[in-house]
């Protein structure tokens, strides 16, 4: 069930009801509330949540569909989209803020979300936690010049971390704080890649429009054992940013 702070967000929202109840339901997968392949609630159960007709929530899925963020199986229900494409890379590993360093950028951050949550199922399988287990959850946007270029969400694993929730990630990067926290270096990434629509949140957070699109990169990052301790996406606005890679032909 909804509490009623999705309640009163979703009918309150600025525009046409079914593009609250669209921004709704896209929050909801890009926080990672509803995994990748996951079904999502019926029409009617979303209707009566949301307290909305379920016509409006007919067009708020058609709006995602269209997106490519949601697909719909005949006889099924709809569900979350499984990315197409998984790039891997074999390069040197560096978070992003230390590849801004390395370009001798400078940069600001500002944490502007942090707590200790419990994990849910999708949290916990990517974290080898169990379910309600407690862990960090991290939001932060960098900016140069005074403008947002990334906003970095992030799911870190404190039982591999003790005491990683008392850094300042104003000034401290994560694997810095990882790695001295856990006594184990840092390891190896999973990384997918696709594109999105910003939405209202993460567009507030990077001062764009929220139709803007961005890239989205999900990661899942380890130790040098192994253990998985970040899983979260970065969200690059597609005017800011771009990604380079230089690759050799074996």
Same mark, same amino acid.
């Given at each position: ?21 669209? *921004?709704?339901?896209? *929050? ?10 996951? &079904? ?33 199986? +005949?006889? +099924? ?19 992003? &803020?230390?590849?801004? *360093? ?29 379910? @309600? &287990? ?48 856990? @006594? ?24 764009? *429009? ?41």
């Amino acid at each position: 069930m909804s509490d009623g702070s999705d309640l009163t967000r979703v009918l309150h929202g600025e525009g046409p009801l079914h593009a609250s109840v669209a *921004d709704y339901i896209r *929050d909801k997968v890009y926080s990672k509330q509803w995994g990748v392949g996951e &079904a999502l609630p019926s029409e009617h159960e979303l209707a009566a949540m949301l307290g909305v007709a379920r016509g409006t929530v007919q067009k708020a899925v058609r709006t995602l569909v269209s997106e490519g963020l949601l697909v719909q199986q +005949r006889g +099924r229900g709809t569900f979350v989209t499984q990315p197409l494409m998984a790039r891997p890379s074999s390069t040197r590993l560096l978070s992003f &803020a230390e590849s801004m *360093d390395a370009q001798d950028l400078t940069y600001q951050t500002c944490v502007v979300e942090q707590h200790i949550e419990p994990a849910n199922e999708s949290c916990a399988r990517n974290l080898a936690l169990e379910p @309600g &287990a407690k862990h960090l959850f991290l939001t932060r946007v960098r900016s140069l010049h005074g403008k947002p270029v990334m906003l970095i969400e992030s799911h870190l694993n404190l039982h591999v971390c003790p005491g990683l929730e008392n850094a300042d990630f104003t000034t401290e990067g994560v694997f810095a704080a990882v790695e001295r926290t856990s @006594g184990h270096r840092v390891g190896r990434c999973e990384m997918s890649y696709s594109a999105r629509v910003a939405g209202r949140t993460r567009g507030t957070w990077l001062d764009c *429009d929220e139709h803007a699109p961005v890239l989205n990169l999900d990661q899942l990052v380890r130790l040098d054992d192994e253990t998985p301790f970040e899983w979260g996406s970065v969200w690059l606005p597609a005017n800011r940013c771009v990604i380079l890679s230089d690759t050799m032909r074996a």
